[in-house]
Each structure stands twice: as structure tokens, then as C-alpha cells.
């Protein structure tokens, strides 16, 4: 860059134009020595619109006299270099100017200097990147008009302030150190970034830091160029739903689903899981097609889309594979996987066969579901969509509106549940069902003092059907809440006729979990007491450690209001499920029953007796009573005696017992 050093050159005229004086710089400058230009017209040396200008100036300082300073540029020469002339009043005599001074000096290069100068920041304010211009310390100097459109900050925002000031929370301290230390080590940077608005808002954007060095001190200043890459970032997103979406429904395509079968196998895998999937096929398809139209057809597979959408996990995937394919896709599974393929196959079955209403006409189809389990039916994503295929093809060949595991055993399992399932919903109406009751002895005098009923399901095609098989069903079904009804209310009346003989026995009925989250839970059994006229104080329910792991709080206040009516509450099989003795404390209950596995053994394994020993303690510490379930033997019974157990429960006693032979077993031992 030119500095000052470029010498003056000074010219006295008079009004007239007559040099009266020139130094020998001006002299050099305009090319002759200093004898050449004395008494020479200055206005010679002029180009016409030099001439004007000079004119101009000049009558502007005789209208203005000694206070008026003005300046022109002009060559004075044909040299391409630029003079920059002050020209003012040096003599006057009677307020008429006689003598006019004009000292210049060459201007070119700081003209050049000024006008790069000009363009740049012509640059940097019209262009459409966000520029920012920071010292070494951080501190910003200044942004352009693409920066504050951007952001919303400005230089009256941003000037002397931090770099830090732009920072956001969508980036740790890590990431932006990371790139303080990039920029000094090797004096750029540049990356994908989230970039803050003055309105606290993010936007993806393209960054590019770089140090501006001079030849006598490097890296004085950074610039920062800012991009908005939104619409990119958008468009990036739309290209990729379009690349992994099926576009008339919306779902995964096959491409997208086969990348999550391969992430949730490679998990299953590393995790001991099992995954599930579920190839359904449209039954009868293109005869809706052919009927209705190809129009009325993909409106038809957009509504089978979203039922599909409604029945799985937000960790599941369904895809549509082409055509009227579709798979879906259950992660994180278990060796319960099996039930929850049973579960969501049975779903679909009734989502997609119920009538569709398209452009006001009713359509029913059904599907066909062929099931592959990972790593059983394969393990890897090719192997398990074949083998579900081939799953899905003898569905269709079974009649179709049905399901088929690949495997055949599994099969043949699913298929003597789903069978059972609906013999168990005629159950109750055809008669098959009945309550049978087991006696409670007191321990030292081996009085009954309670009855349990335990119901029962004999069915003409199926025999005796034990209720470790049917019960699971009924709770996977929701069954099990009519049958509930139906015990509470035919025990309680069972309990009254007893209780009208003279056998006031407590009755104890089983609770399942589905009956405890029911909202009408309370209501069932108030009406079961007012149908029967049963005495709530001698009605007890029984339910399992395994279902306090649900709503604590919910079922506390579900049991405290029961036992405020009278009603008594028994922890079934207590040692083998997962309560903490804090739920002892905090629930309304009134009695243990120690789970038979530990009493089978009491009398050979010292470990089980201590444990019984220290339930017991438990339970009589806290004011419970404490039943032994299981007792078979006479010994058993010895032992539980000996250590303070309240009651016994078992075959030593008496088999469960059918609703007549519990009254003739009553009038003997009552």
C-alpha cells in the first residue's frame, strides 16, 4: 500500500491564469524546469473540462474568499497519474483576489487503493453468502447484509462483541473448541453446522472460517462465510423419503425395510433377541381391481396402510413391498415372541377384514400371513423373508384369512391355541365351565376356615382343559373379564347357600391382572356381593406378587376402599414373584400364602424351611396371617405348625372339591 510520501507540488497564478510561482516538484511533474513556467498561462496546461473545473473552483473561492477551501483532481498533464489540488486564496487587495495557490500531490495509486478498497466492500455487501470479519482474539469487526438477513443480527448486534455470542445449545462446548483449535493450528475450518437466529432459532448452514494474513503479520483477521443450506437439507430429505418410501402409502418401502431387518438381526443377534416378521398378502386383490377400478384399488391400500399403522409399536416397522405385499417387522422380541406374533397376526386378521367403505361402497378383502422367526427360520434377511413367503403361500393354501409360522411345530402349537381360544369363547354360554373349591385348615386344629374356588373348563372336543392352558389365553384375549364376572358372582352366591347351611367359611377368589386394571374392577365385585347377598367381611381376594409390578399407586386404592367394605386381601405364591416388602407395608393385605414350591421340600432342604421360617416372621411381624399352600404330607404340616403357621392348604386335606361335594366335605369337617 502507497504511503504519504509522494511530494508536494505547489503553483501560485494569478486571477488571470499567470504562473507567478512553481516549485521544482511541480516543474518536474509537469515535465519542464521552473524558468519554463514562470509567467506561462496555468490554463494552457489544461484540458478543456479541466479548464471548466478549474473555473468552477476558482470563482467558488472568489465568491467564498480567504474561507473556502476546494479541491479538484486533475491531470494537469497527459500523464495517466491523478493530482489531488487544494486550491485557496494566498493575497487579496481591496477584497479583489489577487494571487490563487494550488498545492497537489499525486493521488493515483491511493485513488487505485481507495477504489479496491470501495469494490470490495461492494462485494462483500452484495454477496449472497453471509460474511463476518473477526480479529484474532474472536472479538467481530463487522457482517454484511446476507449475514443479518440470515441470523436477524446486525453490526449494531454483533460489533465488539465475542464470536461465542453466535453459539447454541444444539452444539457441546467440545464441538466449538474443536474448532477454535482447527482454526489456529491450521488456520481454516469449514463444515455442516447449526446456526442460531437472533430469535433463538437453528438452521442448518455451510460454514467456512479462513485466516486474512499480510506479508508483515499473518493471521491479524478471520472471515467467516455463512451458507443457509435449508432448502438443500430439505430437498436432501425428500429425495431420501422418496429413495425409502412407498409413495402411495406413505410407508417404508421394501428397500427401507430390508436395512431395518438387517439392523434389528445384527441386535437380536448381539442381544440373545428374537425378531419377528409378518408377510401379509391380499386375498382376491385384483378381483377388487378388476370390480372397482385401479383408483378405488390404491385407495383400498392406503387404508389398509394406516389400520396396519394402528395395531404395532412405535419400535415396529410395517412396509409395503409392492403391490398388496405387505411386511411388518417386530424388534426386541423374547422367547414370548411366538404369542406376540400369535397376538399381532390375530390383529390384523380383524383390522383388515373389517368392511372398507371406499367412495361410499362397501369392499371387504382378508389377508394371508405367512410368520419367520429370527434365528429359528433363519438368519439373515433374504432366508427370513422367503421363509415368511413361503409361510404366507400355505396360508393361502389353508383357505386363506388365516396365518402360518414356517416353522411346523410351531404351527401346530399356534394352531391348538387359536382352536382353544375359540372353544373358550363359547365356554361360558354353552355351560363348560364350573367352580370347584379347596379347603383352608386351620393349622393347629385342622378346622376348615376357608374355601378357594379355582374354576374349571370341561369342553366336549378338548376334555378337561387344565387352567394353566386356558388362563393365559383368557388374559391375552380379554376373556378372562366376562369369566371374572362370572366366578365373583356364582362363588359369592355358592358362599351364601353355605353360609344359610350354617358353614360361615371365608371365601377366597383368584384376581388376574387384566381384572385389576379394569376400570370397572370395583363395580364387578360390588355387584357380585349385592346379586349374591354374600358378606363382604368374609369375601378375600387373592392376587399374585407378579401383578404388583402394574399401577401400585391405582391398585392400593382399589384395595383400600374393598377393605373398607369388609372384603380381606391374600398375596398368593408369595416368594416367587417380584414384590419388595415396601408393598407389604403400603397395600391393605391381611394375609400371605407361601407358594407351594417351597413347602414341597421343607422337611429334606434346610434352605427352603429357612425360608418359610423367615416368611412367616415377616408376615407375623407385621400382623398377617400366613397360609402354606401345597402341604401333602403330614410332615409338611408338622413343620408349618411348628413354626407358627396359621393355616394349610393341599391335598393332605382334600383335592379340590365340585359344588356339591365341598357341602358334604363341610358338614364332616367344619
Known amino acids: 500500500m502507497p504511503r504519504s510520501s509522494s511530494p508536494i507540488l505547489k503553483v501560485q497564478f494569478l486571477l488571470d491564469g499567470k504562473i507567478t510561482y512553481i516549485n521544482t516538484a511541480a516543474a518536474k511533474y509537469l515535465q519542464g524546469s521552473i524558468e519554463t513556467f514562470i509567467g506561462k498561462n496555468i490554463y494552457t496546461l489544461l484540458t478543456p473540462k479541466e479548464l471548466i473545473d478549474f473555473e468552477i473552483q476558482i470563482s467558488r473561492l472568489n465568491l467564498n474568499r480567504p474561507l473556502w477551501l476546494t479541491q479538484l483532481a486533475s491531470s494537469l ?22 494571487e490563487i495557490q494550488a498545492v497537489g500531490r499525486n493521488i493515483t495509486a491511493w485513488a487505485q487503493v481507495s477504489e479496491n478498497l470501495d469494490l470490495a466492500m461492494k462485494i462483500i455487501e452484495n454477496s449472497v453468502d453471509g460474511i463476518l470479519v473477526m480479529d484474532q482474539q474472536g472479538f467481530i469487526l463487522m457482517v ?20 461465542s455470542i453466535l453459539e447454541n445449545n444444539q452444539h457441546s462446548a467440545e464441538f466449538y473448541g474443536a474448532i477454535r483449535k482447527t482454526l489456529f493450528e491450521q488456520g481454516a475450518w469449514q463444515g455442516e453446522i447449526w446456526q442460531k437466529r437472533k430469535n433463538n432459532e437453528t438452521f442448518p448452514a455451510w460454514i467456512s472460517i479462513s485466516a486474512l494474513s499480510s506479508t508483515e503479520q499473518p493471521s491479524t483477521h478471520f472471515a467467516l462465510y455463512l451458507r443457509d443450506i435449508s432448502t438443500i437439507k430439505s430437498m436432501e430429505e425428500n429425495l431420501s423419503f422418496i429413495a425409502f418410501h412407498d409413495p402411495l402409502t406413505g410407508l417404508p418401502n421394501r428397500a427401507l425395510f430390508q436395512n431395518r431387518l438387517t439392523h434389528a438381526i445384527e441386535l437380536a443377534r448381539r442381544n440373545q433377541k428374537m425378531v419377528t416378521i409378518l408377510f401379509l398378502d391380499l386375498d382376491m386383490f385384483k378381483t377388487v381391481n378388476d370390480t372397482f377400478g385401479h383408483d378405488k384399488g390404491d385407495l383400498l391400500l392406503q387404508e389398509i396402510a394406516y389400520r396396519l399403522g394402528t395395531i404395532i409399536r412405535q419400535s415396529d416397522t410395517v412396509a409395503r413391498m409392492g403391490g398388496d405385499e405387505f411386511t411388518l417387522l417386530l424388534e426386541d422380541g423374547n422367547q414370548g415372541s411366538i404369542v406376540g406374533a400369535y397376538t399381532v397376526a390375530k390383529k390384523i386378521l380383524q383390522v383388515v377384514s373389517w368392511p372398507f367403505t371406499i367412495d361410499r361402497r362397501e369392499i371387504v378383502i382378508t389377508p394371508s400371513i405367512g410368520i419367520s422367526i429370527f434365528p429359528t427360520d433363519g438368519d439373515d434377511v433374504t432366508t427370513l423373508l422367503k421363509n415368511a413367503d413361503l409361510a404366507m403361500y400355505r396360508a393361502k393354501e389353508m383357505g386363506k384369512n388365516n396365518f402360518q409360522f414356517f416353522s411346523p411345530e410351531l404351527n401346530v402349537k399356534v394352531h391348538k391355541r387359536l382352536d382353544m381360544e375359540n372353544h373358550l369363547r363359547r365356554a361360558q354360554e354353552c355351560g363348560e365351565l364350573s ?25 366336549p372336543e378338548l376334555g378337561k382343559v387344565y387352567p394353566d392352558e386356558f388362563i393365559p389365553i383368557a388374559e391375552s384375549s380379554g376373556l378372562i373379564l366376562p369369566m371374572g364376572e362370572w366366578v365373583l358372582e356364582n362363588a359369592c352366591i355358592k358362599g351364601r347357600a353355605l353360609h344359610d347351611q350354617g358353614f360361615l367359611v371365608k371365601l377366597s377368589i383368584n384376581l388376574s391382572g387384566r381384572q385389576l386394571e379394569s376400570e370397572n374392577f370395583v ?21 399374585t406378587e407378579s401383578l404388583l409390578m402394574g399401577n401400585l399407586e391405582k ?26 416388602l415396601n408393598s407389604l407395608v403400603v ?12 413347602i414341597s421340600d421343607i422337611a429334606n ?3 427352603n424351611l429357612s425360608l418359610v421360617q423367615g416368611i412367616i416372621s415377616i408376615g407375623h411381624n407385621l400382623e398377617l396371617m400366613v397360609v402354606g399352600e401345597g402341604v401333602e404330607t403330614k410332615e409338611q404340616a408338622g413343620l408349618l405348625t411348628a413354626n407358627a403357621c396359621d393355616g394349610l392348604q393341599g391335598y393332605l386335606f382334600s383335592y379340590p372339591l365340585s359344588d356339591t361335594a365341598i357341602t358334604d366335605y363341610l358338614s364332616e369337617h367344619f
Open 523 to 543: 363395580q364387578t365385585i360390588e355387584s357380585a356381593l349385592e346379586v349374591s347377598g354374600f358378606n363382604p367381611e368374609f369375601l378375600s381376594l387373592e392376587i
Open 144 to 163: 454484511n447484509h446476507a449475514f443479518t438477513l440470515m441470523t436477524g443480527f446486525g453490526n449494531e448486534d454483533l460489533v465488539g462483541k465475542p464470536i
Open 555 to 580: 391398585i392400593r386404592k382399589a384395595l383400600i376402599y374393598l377393605r373398607s367394605l369388609g372384603i380381606g386381601v391374600s398375596i398368593d405364591d408369595f416368594g416367587t414373584g417380584y414384590s419388595s
Open 605 to 607: 432342604n434346610p434352605h
Open 587 to 598: 397395600l391393605p393385605i391381611d394375609t400371605l400364602k407361601i407358594d407351594k414350591s417351597f
Open 435 to 459: 367352580l370347584y373349591y379347596q379347603p383352608i385348615v386351620n393349622a393347629k386344629t385342622q378346622k376348615v376356615t376357608a374355601i378357594e374356588a379355582l374354576l374349571r373348563w370341561e369342553n
Open 77 to 98: 498533464t497527459e500523464k495517466a497519474e491523478r493530482i489531488k489540488w487544494s486550491l485557496h486564496l494566498i493575497s487579496s487587495l481591496d477584497d479583489n483576489v489577487v
